[in-house]
């Protein structure tokens, strides 16, 4: 599978769109990306995946780059509960196993 | 609908004592992980399972580690002798495999300090 790379941290303000980035310069036409946050003590919680079109949920957005090198997650109004580690997975649709890296660990402000 | 199961969800033990960890998957889910998370590794994928059968266990860090899963609604995870190192949470997840991609549903995790 594709290796992913995230920033460490980001800020965001309460109510304004969050938007962490992924680069994944390495990927290959059968890998899907993946995003999933972690809550302090709490398990991991999909977010939304995405092969090469844009996706839309009730929890976020997933803007794919055409050349599928890079993808930007948005949290359209972030609130202080969206404060997580965010983790940018890219994985072969075939493989079931998920691999987890360092993510980046928003933080929401008042 | 009942998410992941796993118990305990927390234990403390001493050192050289054996630790087995509980799971529940989802109902019909045919796919279940073994992850331990701790500050210095973070999150790990130690074995999986599809439709009971052990696919991957490249993670499972040592010979005192076992997982097994006698049946679809249950799995375990054995640690023999434990050790302070092995101090960490440990999350059980699972999935309904699909051939364009799955998502996976984690437990709350259980909290092992060995001491």
């Known amino acids: 599978d594709a290796k992913t790379t995230q920033p460490p941290s980001m800020d965001c303000a309460e109510g304004r769109a969050a938007n962490l980035p992924c680069n994944h310069s390495?990927?290959?036409?059968?890998?899907?990306v993946y995003w999933y946050r972690q809550i302090h003590s709490q398990g991991p919680q999909y977010i939304i995946h995405?092969?090469?079109n844009n996706e839309t949920n009730e929890m976020a957005s997933l803007i794919i780059t055409e050349d599928r090198k890079s993808s930007t997650l948005i949290l359209p109004h972030a609130t202080l509960r969206d404060t997580a580690v965010y983790y940018c997975?890219?994985?072969?649709?075939?493989?079931?196993?998920?691999?987890f890296g360092a993510g980046t660990r928003l933080t929401v402000k008042p | 609908d009942a998410g992941v199961i796993q118990s305990p969800r927390h234990e403390v033990t001493e050192m050289g004592q054996e630790v087995t960890l509980r799971c529940k998957p989802i109902?019909?889910?045919?796919?279940l992980f073994w992850y331990r998370q701790t500050m210095m590794r973070g999150l790990e994928l130690l074995i999986y399972?599809?439709?009971?059968?052990?696919?991957?266990d490249s993670g499972m860090p040592e010979d005192r580690f076992s997982a097994k899963m006698p049946n679809a609604s249950f799995s375990t995870l054995k640690i023999q002798p434990s050790e302070p190192r092995d101090s960490a949470v440990y999350f059980c997840?699972?999935?309904?495999?699909?051939?364009?991609?799955?998502?996976?549903?984690f437990g709350e995790g259980s909290w092992l300090t060995v001491v």
């Open positions: 997975i890219v994985r072969v649709f075939f493989n079931n196993d998920m691999r």
């Open positions: 995405g092969l090469k």
């Open positions: 390495t990927i290959s036409g059968n890998e899907y």
């Open positions: 399972f599809n439709n009971n059968v052990p696919i991957d």
């Open positions: 997840a699972s999935s309904l495999g699909t051939f364009t991609g799955n998502t996976i549903y």
């Open positions: 109902s019909g889910h045919d796919y």
